[in-house]
């Protein structure tokens, strides 16, 4: 089962949106995880993305997170990742390690 979280972290200089995925990304959950991402970059506020949980990701996932980090770099929006081994792998492996600041 995947689950799509966005939730908001309180601190003394504001909220910041968080998406908190777990589960698996592929062509049958991609939609909500675009969803969610979008979702939490619209509020204009840096975003944080929790893929910790992530058990899977494939290239329908990819491309999910490329259209966010364009959409966000677009808006001028800062968007961190935190990935799951699968995430960074699929990342280093398609050449954007570095774009996600991963480093192997």
Do not use: K
Request: aromatic residues 6%.
């Amino acid at each position: 089962m995947t689950d799509f979280r966005s939730t908001s972290r309180v601190s003394a200089t504001g909220a910041t949106p968080t998406c908190v995925i777990a589960g698996e990304i592929d062509i049958r959950t991609v939609e909500g995880f675009r969803s969610t991402l979008l979702g939490a970059l619209r509020s204009g506020e840096p975003a944080i993305v929790d893929l910790t949980r992530v058990t899977f990701f494939g290239v329908a996932g990819l491309r999910a997170l490329v259209e966010a980090r364009d959409y966000a770099a677009a808006q001028q929006i800062s968007m961190w990742i935190i990935g799951s081994h699968c995430v960074e792998r699929l990342l280093v492996v398609a050449g954007l390690g570095d774009d996600f600041g991963i480093r192997r």
